[in-house]
Each structure stands twice: as structure tokens, then as C-alpha cells.
């Protein structure tokens, strides 16, 4: 079955510290992966696809097929990368979602 | 341009009240999507279409209902409200199912 695990609930960091949230997918086939974001008090949107291979807001992350993972990487954080992140997996015509990961970025 | 549009934003309900969850979008998309989100659980997607007249059931359809008679609109309906479906829906579009545009969310409670 097709599954994306975010191990983590929440991660604490201070500002400046580098940031990694793990994302593991299980998946039969090619899989097409995104993280999306949700931002105290705005609509969850669409941060960064994998096969875009770009940085957006100096976040990257990098599929693994190996690994099956597609952690999210920041080096420096800041304090208003403070949201509720999401890893998606594509699968068919729709979008599975794993369980979220809060980032707390404090001063 | 205002996307995705979710009426209401809060609701209250009784259990065994009915009520419909309206969703419109302006982008001409042929995919829509239903999603409910529960701490700690994620989204989990209820129903889905991808096209006018095309439905199809996600990983929580129990206890939902769905229609899809225009591109524009998706509404999704509970029938007997139960407990067990407060949470916080949220309407999304895509015009290829990756990239989704989601609405800005209902917020029910069933009392």
C-alpha cells in the first residue's frame, strides 16, 4: 500500500540551526513526491516537488530511492519557517498526505 | 481571483443533523478533492473527482457524500453527523492532480 510516514510530531529548533524533516514513503512504482506547508493562519500550499529540483525559501530535499525518503533540508533556519509541514506522494489522480511535522523556530 | 472558495468557515452541528460543505473554484480544474485533518492524524482524503460527473471514494468516505454536476463546484455532504467527523475540511483543486490548491477550510463541530 502506498503510505508516507513523517516520523516526528514536532521539531524544536533554535534560529539559525540547521533543519532536516523526515519524510519515508512506501510505493510501488515511480513515486512523485512535494512538501507542502501550512503557515499559522494561511491556506496549506505547495512549498516544493521533487522532480522541480528547486530551492524554495533555501529549503531543498532530495528523493532517496534507495532510502525511500524525501527528507526536507534547510541549513539556517529562521523564525517564520515556523509552520506545519507536510510530505505528499502522487498516487493515480490523487494526493496522499502523511501526518505532518510542526517546526518550532524560536529566537 | 479567488481560487478556492469554502463555505462555511465554522459550523456547529447536533449528531444526526445533515449538512452540506460547499466548494467552488474559479481556475477551471478538473480535479477536486475533499480532505479532512485531525491532529496528529494528517490529511486524510475523503472524496475526490476528476472531472464533472466523475467521483471517487478516498480513505474515509464512511459517512460522507459527494457530487460533482459543474467543473466549479464539489460539495460534500454528511448525511447523519456524528462526533467522530469534527474536524476541519479542507477543499483543494488541481488541473493535473499534483500541485493542489487548497481552500482556506471548515471548521465543525458535531455536538
Known amino acids: 500500500a502506498q503510505r508516507v510516514t513523517q516520523p516526528e510530531k514536532l521539531l524544536s529548533v533554535f534560529k539559525g540551526a540547521p533543519v532536516e524533516l523526515k519524510c519515508n514513503y512506501s510505493?510501488?512504482?515511480?513515486?512523485?513526491l512535494f512538501w507542502y506547508v501550512q503557515y499559522s493562519r494561511q491556506r496549506l500550499q505547495l512549498l516544493l516537488r521533487?522532480?522541480s529540483r528547486e530551492s524554495i525559501k533555501g529549503f531543498t530535499a532530495d528523493l532517496n530511492k534507495g532510502e525511500t525518503s524525501f527528507h526536507l533540508k534547510k541549513p539556517f533556519a529562521q523564525e517564520e519557517d515556523s509552520a506545519m509541514y507536510y510530505c505528499?506522494?502522487?498516487?493515480?489522480?490523487?494526493?496522499?498526505f502523511g501526518t505532518g511535522t510542526r517546526l518550532q523556530v524560536f529566537p | 481571483n479567488a481560487g478556492v472558495t469554502q463555505t462555511p468557515k465554522f459550523r456547529i452541528l447536533k449528531i444526526g443533523q445533515s449538512m452540506t460543505l460547499q466548494c467552488t473554484q474559479d481556475?477551471?480544474?478538473?480535479?477536486m478533492y475533499w480532505y479532512r485533518q485531525d491532529p496528529g492524524m494528517g490529511l486524510k482524503l475523503i472524496y475526490y473527482?476528476?472531472?464533472?460527473?466523475?467521483?471517487d471514494k478516498g480513505e474515509v468516505p464512511n459517512g460522507y457524500n459527494v457530487s460533482r454536476s459543474t467543473t466549479e463546484d464539489f460539495p460534500l455532504r454528511l448525511e447523519l453527523a456524528a462526533p467522530s467527523q469534527t474536524s476541519v475540511y479542507f477543499c483543494?483543486?488541481?488541473?493535473?492532480?499534483?500541485?493542489?490548491?487548497f481552500g482556506s477550510g471548515t471548521q465543525l463541530s458535531v455536538l
Open positions: 473527482s476528476v472531472g464533472a460527473g466523475i467521483t
Open positions: 505528499a506522494l502522487t498516487n493515480t489522480d490523487k494526493l496522499i
Open positions: 483543494a483543486s488541481s488541473p493535473l492532480g499534483e500541485k493542489l490548491f
Open positions: 521533487h522532480i
Open positions: 481556475m477551471n480544474h478538473n480535479y
Open positions: 510505493y510501488s512504482g515511480s513515486p512523485e
